[in-house]
């Protein structure tokens, strides 16, 4: 069982930076996928970002390649999500989702997810 907590969001100008936090419960934390997902309101929830359990594989959405970055503390059981260059459509709520270490390394599509926390709000205005 994991359990996952996000915190970091809120507002910020266009153009301006955030870091999102997601703290895991569990001992096999190194061994699971995780990834960043987000939703607008009235949208699908669609995949930002994911990264394997050792770190050494990520992969990005084409709407943030270059401005968003995912990486991990496997010591801390902690997954963060570097948000430069934010722009309006960036507003959603953001979450973090883990996958069964069994199902091996990350993937786009939420229903490969296991676990899910509550979310943050990002918004993204002047």
């Known amino acids: 069982q994991v359990q996952l907590e996000e915190s970091g969001g809120g507002l910020v100008q266009p153009g301006g930076s955030l870091r999102l936090s997601c703290a895991a419960s569990?001992?096999?934390?190194?061994?699971?996928?995780m990834g960043w997902f987000r939703q607008a309101l009235g949208m699908e929830r669609e995949f930002v970002a994911g990264i394997s359990g050792s770190g050494r594989t990520t992969g990005y959405a084409d709407s943030v390649k270059g401005r968003f970055t995912i990486s991990r503390d496997n010591a801390k059981n902690q997954v963060y999500l570097q948000m430069n260059s934010l722009k309006p459509e960036d507003t959603a709520v953001y979450y973090c989702a883990a996958r069964r270490a069994y199902r091996g390394g990350y993937s786009i599509g939420p229903n490969e997810y296991d676990y899910w926390g509550q979310g943050t709000q990002v918004t993204v205005s002047s």
């Open positions: 569990g001992r096999t934390f190194s061994s699971v996928a």
